[in-house]
């Protein structure tokens, strides 16, 4: 490859990510509305208009991503807190085969909603980039907090905002 294909490849490669971040989704954005099954086969359908009026907290992890492991635990407990003041937690699995996600939960069962989307379309469509990649949703749809990444000190500031949130 000469210096000049070589320039062109970059531009293409840096005009992509251009692209695929103008498309994410951001703060003050609608949610946007999208129906998964269940990480479990005898689940229902996971809507996110149905679940409208509810303050959601959506999680795109991976069993293969050390953070997204060390935060679901830390959101289960966050569930429990204030499911019953209007909190909905949602973690899409993008494990792919989706056992992979199975064989986590296992050891590690949770108590909130879990879709699966192994093909990425739900991941496409809110615009991840990296996992853990999180959304808060206010009850009206609106996208109040994009939070990517999970570090120590991390639940102090998304809980916060929850709580800013509820209905």
Same mark, same amino acid.
């Given at each position: ?5 070589? /320039?062109? =490849?970059?531009? *293409?490669?840096? *005009? ?5 971040? +103008? $498309?994410?989704? !951001? !703060?003050?954005?609608? /949610? ?7 990480? &479990? *086969? ?7 208009? *149905?679940?409208?009026?509810? @303050?959601?907290? /959506?999680?795109?992890? +991976? ?6 492991? @060390?935060?679901?635990?830390? &959101?289960?407990?966050? &569930? ?17 085969? $989706? ?8 050891? @590690? ?9 192994? !093909? ?7 615009? =991840? ?5 999180? &959304? ?6 609106? /996208? ?15 809980? +916060? ?7």
């Amino acid at each position: 490859m000469n210096m000049n294909q070589g /320039v062109k =490849v970059f531009l *293409a490669l840096f *005009a992509g990510l251009l692209l695929n971040s +103008a $498309a994410a989704v !951001e !703060e003050g954005d609608q /949610v946007p509305q999208l129906t998964l099954p269940s990480i &479990y *086969a005898d689940r229902p359908d996971i809507s996110l208009p *149905a679940l409208e009026g509810k @303050t959601l907290y /959506v999680d795109f992890w +991976a069993s293969w991503c050390a953070p997204c492991l @060390t935060s679901l635990p830390l &959101y289960n407990e966050m &569930y429990h807190k204030y499911k019953d003041q209007g909190l909905e937690v949602i973690a899409i699995s993008v494990d792919n085969p $989706a056992e992979d996600g199975l064989d986590f939960l296992e050891d @590690t069962p949770l108590d909130f909603l879990i879709p699966s989307d192994p !093909e990425g379309n739900a991941a496409e469509a809110f615009g =991840v980039i990296g996992m853990p990649s999180s &959304y808060l949703i206010s009850p009206d749809g609106e /996208v109040k907090l994009v939070h990517m990444g999970f570090r120590n000190g991390d639940m102090e500031h998304i809980e +916060a905002a929850i709580i800013e949130n509820l209905p």
